[in-house]
Structures are given as C-alpha cells and as structure tokens.
C-alpha cells in the first residue's frame, strides 16, 4: 500500500488502524509489540522510545501487519524525527547590543559576596596575624634586681584586651600601659597575655629575680 508522502505518521496510523478495525491493544497483540512503544512510535514521543535499532525492527513488524510499505514509512519517521529533533534547538539569532534582564538573586548574592571579601582582606590582621604586644620594661627575659617593685610599661593594639597574671590592665587610649607590681622574694614570674575580640592571642613571659635584703647587724659595745 503506498502512502501519501504529505499525510504524517499519526494520521497514517489513525487512518490504517481505523481501516482493518484495529486499535492499539490490537495491534499490540499481533506484533508482540508493548502497547506504550506503539503509541510513542505514532507520536514520535521519543523519551518513551528505546535505542534506534529497536524502532526499527518495531516498526518493520508494524507495517507488515498493516499492510504498510515499510520504506516509505521508514522515511517519513526519520524526517519528522529530524525536524522534531532540531526544532528544540532552533532559537532566533539574539540581539548582541539588547537588554538583557538582570537576575536580582544572583547580583544581590555577588554584591553581598564582594562586600565581605573586601571586609576580610582589610581586616586579615584582625582576623588572621597575633595580636600586637610590645613590652618596654622589663627589656631582657630575665632581670635581677634588689626593689620590692617593678614598673611595668608596654603597649598593645587598644582594640584588644591585656592581662598580667590574669589581671586586666587598662591602656590608654593609644594602647600604652602602665602598671606597678609588688615583687616577692626570689623568682617572680609575670605573663603579658593579650587578646582580640575575635579570639586570637598573644602572650610574653618574663622573670624578675628579687634580691634578699640583709640587715645589717648592731655595733655592741
């Protein structure tokens, strides 16, 4: 039976299966066909369909139940195939100098992103690098003197928070402190801590040796 190269793959199937008084459970049965793949054949529903080669033969067994030039059919399954194919892709050539819309989701994320990226590079030392600590007196990591006190002067970022010995002592407000501390006899250990208010620390220690004093003994006569 030869076929009308205008009339489409659908309506040559309606109109056949509609002649012999057949339908798709019909046709489903003669040709051991699953009925979904010979709908999806009709309709060219080709995520439904198997790999090429199955088609084929699916169809083969189609057209010889149906009396069908298999040939010619195959022809007109891969031309409309083709343009169904190419047709998704088909775009009109776009307008180099138009406007393009803005996604506000995506360029409020980017802004947001650059804004902290900026944040953190001009704050590194913050986050990042020891805090500063700078100790004037005592000088050596070990001094030896014979005064019951010892003058303790330095400085430090005033940003952040000092501790000698677990003690806070308050800068000014360039960051300079100054601060007495009573020494005991023998080996006196002190400890510069400073810390910044997002966790990072920074800590000295020096030892000042005092020197037991002798009184000097009375004349007796």
């Known amino acids: 039976m030869l076929m009308e190269e205008e009339k489409s793959l659908q309506t040559i199937f309606e109109e056949t299966l509609e002649q012999k008084n057949l339908n798709h459970d019909k046709l489903a049965n003669l040709t051991s066909i ?47 195939l083709r343009h169904k194919s190419s047709g998704a892709f088909d775009t009109l050539p776009t307008n180099r100098f138009a406007i393009h819309k803005i996604n ?26 020891k805090p500063y600590l700078n100790i004037e ?41 100054e601060s007495i501390y009573e020494l005991q006899t023998g080996l006196n250990t002190i400890n510069f801590k ?13 030892q000042v040796m005092l020197e037991a004093t002798t009184t000097p003994q009375e004349f007796i006569y």
């Open 137 to 177: 007196n005592p000088k050596e990591a070990i001094t030896t003197t014979s005064e019951p006190e010892i003058d303790l002067i330095g400085s430090i970022d005033p940003k952040n928070k000092l501790t000698i010995n677990d003690r806070e002592v308050v800068t000014d407000i360039n960051g300079n402190f």
């Open 34 to 80: 699953p009925r979904r793949y010979i709908i999806a054949i009709q309709n060219l529903e080709l995520s439904m369909l198997p790999s090429s080669p199955y088609v084929r033969g699916y169809l083969k067994k189609i057209c010889d139940v149906l009396d069908l030039n298999f040939n010619d059919i195959w022809k007109i399954y891969e031309k409309e």
């Open 104 to 129: 506000k989701k995506s360029l409020a994320g980017t802004l947001i992103l650059a804004v902290l990226l900026i944040f953190i590079i001009s704050n590194f030392n913050d986050f990042f690098a």
């Open 194 to 206: 400073v810390k910044k208010i997002f966790g990072k620390e920074n800590s000295e220690i020096k």
